[in-house]
């Protein structure tokens, strides 16, 4: 791979160890994967923030490195809400060790709001052909599928690299031709809602980590693709597709169809839900907002609590920045007795596992819940979810 003098520089230690390091990560995954340089970033996203994730070997790496970083930098979510954390059920040596983790991730710079949705966020938002270091996998698949942007599924310590060094090795989605689809998809039936997610577990599944192009029949909207992509992220490794008629780069590209072409049917879609639908009532705690929710979820969320008093843990999770922009709906939301929390997810946090059955609307949610919080996951729609927190069973 190319390096330019200031880079070989770096390589070689003149701008002390942090910078050498992360150079020396870029340069590796360049190297393995053909880059022939490094190309300047917008924004990076880190992963690996949640204590419960990354433990304290994690955070001795963090808090080892020095200097800052150079382009807009922000976290995924972190093992709690940074403010409401006891009423989680989060102990206080948890508490501890994940303040100690952001201070050292605010100490390089980076911003220390902890979300999947940076992309709602002033300072992150993205066009059309920018190109990024991101790494959690909804933000990665929506950046490059809805907003047509480039990023590689970084992990946690590339992306801080690439956060601190402003660049990121010119290679896999970066490049035209890796970005074209392989393999076309067919769907349909009508869908709305969680549909896509259940969608996208049944889709991944089959993709793995190909670039599917979907041939939809119902018309979905950037929320409905954000399930579709968090959930195909999860139960495969898609970091890109494209949606024809809908999402932004199809239009222009020049490709040959591919030849291998998937149908999904109506029934496939259902087993999704069918598969759990013997838990129904049986759940004790309900989670809303994997990927974080958008303003216009956490509207659909009040509009459906509206007089209602919840039996169950209900959480919603979203960005802090959206949750204060829109106070008035959290407000709305916490009146029924749901928690909003900020800063964390129902995967990432240990306080899920105080609970043993969670109802989801989300794919994604839906294949990490059972792994990653060892506790069953029901998947439902947004309405059924509502109606199962409500539910005194
Ligand atoms: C499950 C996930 O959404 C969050 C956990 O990631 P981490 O702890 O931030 O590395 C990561 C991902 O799918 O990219
Ligand atoms: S809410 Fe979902 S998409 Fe966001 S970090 Fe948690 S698991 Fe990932």
Do not use: A
């Given at each position: 791979m190319h390096l330019t003098k200031e880079e070989e520089k770096i390589m070689q230690g003149e701008y002390g160890l942090t910078l050498e390091k992360a150079m020396e990560i870029l340069v590796a995954l360049g190297d393995i994967y053909g880059a022939d340089e490094l190309i300047p970033i917008k924004s990076a996203q880190v992963a690996g923030v949640s204590y419960k994730t990354i433990g304290d070997a994690g955070l001795e790496w963090i808090s080892s490195l020095e200097g800052k970083v150079r382009v807009p930098s922000i976290l995924n979510p972190a093992?709690?809400?940074?403010?409401k954390w006891s009423e989680m059920g989060i102990s206080q040596n948890f508490a501890r060790k994940q303040n100690e983790i952001i201070r050292a991730y605010e100490n390089l710079g980076?911003?220390?709001?902890?979300?999947?949705?940076?992309?709602?966020l002033k300072g992150f938002h993205l066009n059309m052909g920018d190109h990024v270091a991101w790494s959690e996998s909804s933000a990665v698949s929506y950046a490059n599928s809805v907003i047509g942007a480039r990023t590689n599924r970084e992990g946690g310590p590339s992306a801080l690299s690439a956060a601190l060094i402003g660049k990121t090795a010119n290679y896999g989605f970066h490049l035209d031709e890796n970005r074209v689809p392989s393999v076309s998809v067919n769907v349909e039936s009508d869908l709305k809602g969680s549909d896509y997610g259940a969608l996208g577990y049944v889709a991944g599944k089959l993709i793995s980590n190909r670039v599917p192009l979907f041939f939809l029949s119902s018309k979905p909207e950037p929320d409905d693709l954000k399930s579709l992509g968090a959930a195909m992220a999860a139960s495969g490794s898609v970091a890109l597709y494209h949606v024809d008629g809908?999402?932004?780069?199809i239009g222009h590209m020049h490709f040959e169809m591919p030849d291998e072409n998937i149908t999904i049917e109506k029934e496939q879609i259902q087993e999704v839900y069918d598969s759990?639908?013997?838990l129904r009532s049986r759940c004790d705690i309900v989670a809303i907002g994997c990927p974080h929710c958008s303003p216009g979820e956490l509207e659909e969320i009040a509009d459906l609590l509206e007089g209602r008093r919840l039996k169950k843990e209900l959480w919603i999770c979203v960005s802090r920045e959206v949750a204060e922009r829109y106070s008035h709906i959290v407000d709305m939301i916490e009146e029924s007795g749901a928690k909003v929390m900020c800063d964390t997810c129902m995967v990432v946090s240990p306080a899920s596992e105080n609970y043993e059955c969670m109802a989801v609307n989300s794919g994604k949610a839906f294949n990490y819940v059972p792994g990653m919080c060892r506790l069953k996951a029901r998947y439902a729609s947004i309405e059924e979810c509502i109606e199962e927190a409500g539910d005194s069973n």
């Open positions: 093992g709690m809400d940074l403010e980076i911003r220390t709001e902890c979300t999947c949705t940076p992309y709602y809908v999402t932004p780069e759990t639908s013997e």
